[in-house]
Nanobody, 124 residues
Framework: VQLQASGGGLVQAGGSLRLSCAASGISFSTMTWFRQASGNEREFVAAIRWNKGSIHYSDSVKGRFTISRDNAKKTGYLQMNSLKPEDTGVYYC????????????????????WGQGTQVTVSS
C-alpha cells in the first residue's frame, strides 16, 4: 500500500492551495483529510466516499474547501480557498477499507492507512 500526499506550502491568508493524495495497492471505501496543528489533536477536515461520491466537511472549512476524486488516477484532492492562519498544520490523507457510518468519519482510529502528511502554513 502506498499513500502519497503532496501540495502543501506557505501561502498568505486569503490564498489557495491544492493538496493531492495518490493511493495505490489498495481498494478502499473512503478517503479523508485530517489536519494537525502543533500541540493539537488530529482534526477532521473532509471525507469522500470513493464509490458513492458523497462528501462531508467539518464546519470550520465548509464553503472554503472542496474535496474531490479522480477514480482513474486513484487520487483525491483537497482544494483549499480563502485560507486562514488557523488552517495551518500538517495535512494527512487517510483511507478506510470498509465503509464507515457518518459519525465515525471524523475519528482517526476509523482509518486503516495514513499518508505521510504535508505541511500547510498560512501567514497573516
Amino acid at each position: 500500500v502506498q499513500l502519497q500526499a503532496s501540495g502543501g506550502g506557505l501561502v498568505q491568508a486569503g490564498g489557495s492551495l491544492r493538496l493531492s493524495c495518490a493511493a495505490s495497492g489498495i481498494s478502499f471505501s473512503t478517503m479523508t483529510w485530517f489536519r494537525q496543528a502543533s500541540g493539537n489533536e488530529r482534526e477532521f477536515v473532509a471525507a469522500i466516499r470513493w464509490n458513492k461520491g458523497s462528501i462531508h466537511y467539518s464546519d470550520s472549512v465548509k464553503g472554503r474547501f472542496t474535496i474531490s476524486r479522480d477514480n482513474a488516477k486513484k487520487t483525491g484532492y483537497l482544494q483549499m480557498n480563502s485560507l486562514k492562519p488557523e488552517d495551518t498544520g500538517v495535512y494527512y490523507c487517510a483511507l478506510s477499507e470498509g465503509d464507515r457510518i457518518v459519525s465515525r468519519l471524523s475519528i482517526p482510529r476509523s482509518y486503516d492507512y495514513w499518508g505521510q502528511g504535508t505541511q500547510v502554513t498560512v501567514s497573516s
